[in-house]
């Protein structure tokens, strides 16, 4: 009977102790742990990485279509250069000053006068009016909503009579430390043609 007990253990049918299969799962799961609390983190940040993101991409919107205005525009008008307002004469792909419908692809496009003005009462708010030329009021379109500064332009060589206009954005960050800034700027192609 006892020979039946003391039989040798061929290669390859050898197993763990006790003790090597509880350091086994108590390595398992600290490992498994230290996973779920990476993941369980990630998944808390998500929403202002989204929410970043978001800023960002609105923000390169709104920037390009400054600046593709900018760039068609004529003159900036005396006295409406300031760091939270900008208007300009500019020409734009439209039947009417006032915002009529987009006109044939043959129409040439008309001069408008155009006012980006940018407000905060809790948020900052930047909108955008097109009238005629030399006219400044008119049915106000927000452009963007949620900015951290209402200065937003800036002017080279002068306010008074520039020929560059900078544009700066400012949100705030979602993870709460300083402003996530985009800026871009844009001179005035068509001033040459003013005498």
């Known amino acids: ?6 039989r040798r253990l061929l290669p390859g049918e ?26 369980i983190s990630a998944m808390k940040s998500q929403p202002k990485i989204s929410k970043r993101a978001q800023n960002i991409a609105t923000a390169r919107w709104v920037l390009d279509r400054f600046t593709h205005e900018i760039r ?28 009529g419908g987009t006109p044939a692809s043959g129409t040439p496009a008309i001069e408008c006068q155009v006012t980006y003005k940018c407000t905060t009462t809790t948020t900052t708010t930047c909108s955008r009016t097109q009238a005629a030329p030399g006219t400044y009021t008119g049915t106000a379109t927000t452009v963007i909503t949620g900015l951290g500064s209402s200065s937003v332009f800036s002017y080279s060589p002068s306010s008074t ?16 430390g300083g402003d996530l800034t985009v800026s871009d700027g844009a001179s005035l192609r068509n001033a040459t043609l003013i005498n």
Do not use: Q, W
């Not at 009977?1 to 003391?6: D, P, T, V, Y």
């Not at 102790?17 to 742990?33: Q, S």
């Not at 544009?167 to 960050?173: M, Q």
């Open 1 to 6: 009977m006892r020979r039946a007990l003391s």
């Open 14 to 39: 050898s197993g763990f102790t006790l003790v090597e299969l509880l350091v086994g799962a108590t390595m398992g799961v600290i490992v498994m742990g230290a996973v779920g609390s990476l993941l």
């Open 72 to 99: 068609n525009g004529i003159a900036v008008s005396p006295g409406k250069a300031s760091a939270s307002e900008v208007s300009f004469r500019t020409y734009v792909r439209s039947s009417t000053c006032a915002g």
């Open 161 to 176: 009579a520039p020929t560059y206009i900078g544009i700066t954005l400012h949100f705030p960050n979602p993870d709460g």
